[in-house]
């Protein structure tokens, strides 16, 4: 059993930035590929981003690319997602997730997470 805590949301204004952070519990961290996804208020969750197992690959969705930076420290077992030029329609409850497996063809990684934290909320105003 993986659990997931999210940290780092809270209120911006557009343009800013925000870096949300998830630690992991278990000792098999570095073998999971981790993401980020996000629902916002009366919509489905959806994907943002991902990152494999070691760190070397990374997956983003068109909606944050450029904006958006995952990344992870598996010595401290913990991913983060660094979020620039924050726009109001980034607003959402942002979820960490893992996966068994170390990485995964762009399916997997968008539905096929196997656990979930409890979300934090960013919150962008114009």
């Known amino acids: 059993q993986v659990q997931l805590v999210e940290s780092g949301g809270g209120l911006v204004q557009a343009g800013g930035s925000l870096r949300l952070s998830c630690a992991a519990s278990g000792r098999t961290f570095s073998s999971k590929a981790m993401g980020w996804f996000r629902q916002a208020p009366e919509k489905e969750r959806e994907f943002v981003a991902a990152?494999?197992?070691?760190?070397?690959?990374?997956y983003y969705d068109d909606s944050v690319k450029g904006r958006f930076t995952i990344s992870r420290d598996n010595a401290k077992n913990t991913v983060y997602l660094q979020m620039n030029n924050l726009k109001p329609e980034d607003t959402a409850v942002y979820y960490c997730a893992a996966s068994v497996l170390s990485w995964g063809t762009a399916s997997v990684l968008r539905g096929g997470m196997d656990y979930w934290g409890k979300g934090t909320l960013v919150t962008v105003s114009s």
């Open positions: 990152i494999s197992g070691s760190g070397i690959r990374t």
